[in-house]
């Protein structure tokens, strides 16, 4: 994954990941993690957690709940640490197609949300990815990946992204047997950027 521009830019990024609330950010798919929210000792995932906001919400709503933060950008990781300190995050630095470091301390998931990483990872990569997130998901689990869509060249090419279609998402979650419940319709960006949009996908296990 490209990482220099989020090295270079991590305090400031920080700052704005963690101005906007989780409730706010996710609320087109809200209702499939709210009823889970009653249940006590969820464990979730958090790949592509940045500073840590979301991290923190899955904390403090969930009682007893086991939160795994994935960063990969040290410096987004250290801020992210911070933001939840005396918090029961474990927080590490890994990231797909493998998860090898998540994987060894770590079987499975209740809830996993993928931030925008599909739109970092090469295609030939993909399959790998989902693969893994299929093995770290429980039999009645959920699992959102979000979608940055953008038309702004420039912005892609700074940020080391690249545009991902649903339909290549539904292809690989298919064959890592995972069922689409809900593809929400594309959401204009909570900083007001005209040339993005967002999009999630939920999944569950086949039966």
């Given at each position: 994954m490209p990482m220099q521009y989020y090295e270079d830019n991590a305090l400031q990024l920080a700052k704005v990941y963690q101005s906007y609330r989780f409730e706010l950010l996710?609320?087109?798919?809200?209702?499939?993690?709210?009823?889970?929210?009653?249940e006590t000792g969820l464990k979730f995932l958090?790949?592509?957690?940045?500073?840590g906001r979301d991290a923190r919400f899955f904390v403090e709503q969930a009682e007893n709940a086991e939160v795994v933060a994935v960063e990969p950008v040290c410096s987004l990781n250290r801020l992210g640490q911070a933001y939840?300190?005396?918090m029961p995050v474990n927080w590490y630095q890994d990231e797909l197609p493998c998860l090898y470091k998540v994987r060894k301390n770590h079987a499975a998931f209740d809830v996993i949300l993928v931030?925008?990483?599909f739109n970092y990872l090469q295609a030939s990569s993909g399959q790998q990815a989902m693969l893994t997130l299929r093995t770290l998901l429980n039999q009645h689990g959920l699992l959102a990946i979000k979608l940055r869509h953008?038309?702004?060249e420039e912005a892609l090419k700074v940020r080391g992204m690249q545009n991902c279609s649903?339909?290549?998402?539904?292809?690989i979650a298919e064959k890592a047997d995972l069922h689409c419940v809900e593809v929400t319709e594309p959401e204009e960006d909570a900083q007001g950027r005209a040339s993005v949009t967002w999009?999630?996908?939920?999944?569950?296990?086949?039966?």
């Open positions: 996710h609320a087109s798919w809200l209702k499939f993690v709210t009823p889970l929210m009653s958090d790949i592509g957690a940045g500073a939840t300190r005396d931030s925008s990483v953008c038309d702004d649903v339909e290549y998402i539904l292809d999009q999630t996908l939920l999944f569950k296990p086949v039966q």
